[in-house]
């Protein structure tokens, strides 16, 4: 009897000792809940009318709560007398551990950080970058995903991308088309102007500002080269150059004048009405 009497005594001290530390915890653990959830819908807001990408405001809002509860659940423990330093560095040699086995991974997972931050492209862009060309078709965490346009599928990881030059073709609404046109110099030079200036002037992809140039860029070798440079909507940029190619040949044909045509994809020299022939 004496010893049951001792051990409640010895409870009922436990649970005045630990009670209020236990008390206050749980009020220190809801309140600290409470706050996180606030938090995270404050940093939601911001992430939202800052236009983060959906993708990148989800893993984000993720991080901040597992962070934070993780620092909650360590100061509630705390406050319930748990020791909690050799937690808090077995924790840490653990990160350690799995940062430098996912080194790559975690460079990539940055980069797509700050690519979709920063946004220098987004999905539906078209980019070159790495030695490829093509639109964007998805910016995932760890690698951004092109089509070719030969519909080839391209993955980069987002840390050589994140580090590397970008070309963006498609950030701009309009875009400078330049070809370069050339006539024999036994050619009437203002006739061989004209022609190319109203081809320009024809073409209602065209726009008028900037207004387009027709200029003599170079006395060449054997043929004195025209620059044409035009301004279009991005989306007009490869019809209007190919469709050119083929609008001067033609012109340049029914004029009988001597030509040398260069692109940024062939050269052709010698005599349009001789090449038809």
Do not use: H
Request: hydrophobic share 50%; net charge positive.
């Amino acid at each position: 009897m004496e010893l049951l009497q001792t051990y409640s005594q010895k409870l009922i001290d436990l649970v005045w000792q630990i009670g209020p530390r236990f008390l206050y915890a749980l009020i220190a653990l809801m309140i600290g809940l409470w706050v996180i959830k606030i938090l995270s819908r404050i940093t939601e807001k911001s992430l939202q009318k800052a236009r983060v990408e959906v993708s990148l405001q989800k893993f984000i809002i993720s991080l901040i709560r597992i962070g934070l509860k993780i620092l909650l659940l360590i100061s509630v423990a705390s406050m319930l007398g748990i020791a909690t330093t050799s937690f808090i560095a077995v924790l840490g040699a653990a990160g350690l551990a799995v940062g430098l086995a996912l080194q790559g991974s975690l460079a990539n997972f940055a980069g797509g950080v700050l690519i979709l931050l920063i946004k220098p492209f987004k999905v539906g862009n078209v980019i070159e970058a790495q030695g490829y060309i093509g639109k964007v078709d998805q910016i995932q965490i760890f690698n951004t995903i092109l089509k070719t346009f030969d519909n080839k599928t391209i993955f980069i990881p987002n840390a050589s991308l994140s580090n590397g030059n970008i070309t963006n073709f498609s950030l701009e609404p309009t875009r400078r088309v330049d070809m370069t046109f050339g006539v024999g110099y036994n050619d009437d030079i203002k006739k061989a102007r004209q022609i190319l200036t109203d081809l320009v002037n024809g073409d209602e992809r065209i726009l008028k500002e900037p207004a387009p140039t027709v200029v003599v860029l170079e006395l060449a070798e054997s043929s004195v080269n025209f620059a044409v440079r035009v301004w279009v909507n991005s989306g007009d940029y490869w019809s209007v150059f190919t469709d050119f190619q083929e609008k001067v040949k033609l012109a340049l044909t029914n004029k009988a004048l001597a030509f040398r045509f260069r692109s940024a994809t062939c050269t052709c020299t010698g005599r349009i009405d001789d090449v038809l022939r």
